[in-house]
């Protein structure tokens, strides 16, 4: 059985990131680019936890948990391109800021960063605890019977 690969087009899908869905926005957020790299970090991410392992695209064991790691990946790109892009208008005595959301963006990046690692431990234990299984050799197993 091979392993579904999660596409760029599934997670947009998912969060609904269209220009019909994103009202306050003239298109998509997030371009497929930046979804692909976000696809890639949370691979690498997922790689570096130890045991370290060698997923890929086509090979990585669960989708959820990739979905949950890329979408931690974007919503911290795009916290910090907000916090990059902050810049508070002051008119008439009305003090705004003109973008908002990276407070929003950066809770969402955190629980999804939670989530991620979480799952991503667990699958490690797991894969770990079925490779212990085996046999275990013994000297004892080459003694002659009396």
Not at 56 to 78: A, S, V
Not at 86 to 98: H, K, R
Not at 108 to 137: C, D, H, Y
Request: include cysteine.
């Amino acid at each position: 059985m091979s392993t579904p690969v999660l596409s760029i087009q599934q997670v947009s899908d998912y969060i609904q990131d269209t220009p019909l869905t994103n009202y306050l926005l003239d298109g998509s957020e997030f371009t497929p680019s930046r979804i692909d790299i976000a696809i890639q970090l949370a691979i690498s991410a997922a790689n570096a936890v130890p045991p370290r392992t060698t997923y890929d695209i086509y090979n990585f064991p669960h989708i959820e948990l990739l979905m949950t790691g890329t979408l931690w990946k974007l919503c911290e790109g795009q916290s910090a391109f907000f916090a990059r892009n902050s810049l508070p208008y002051s008119d008439g005595g009305v003090t705004i800021n003109l973008e908002e959301r990276q407070d929003a963006y950066l809770t969402m990046a955190r629980n999804f960063q939670a989530r991620f690692f979480e799952g991503v431990s667990l699958m490690k234990q797991e894969t770990n605890l079925e490779a212990g299984w085996g046999i275990l050799p013994s000297d004892f197993g080459s003694f002659p019977y009396f």
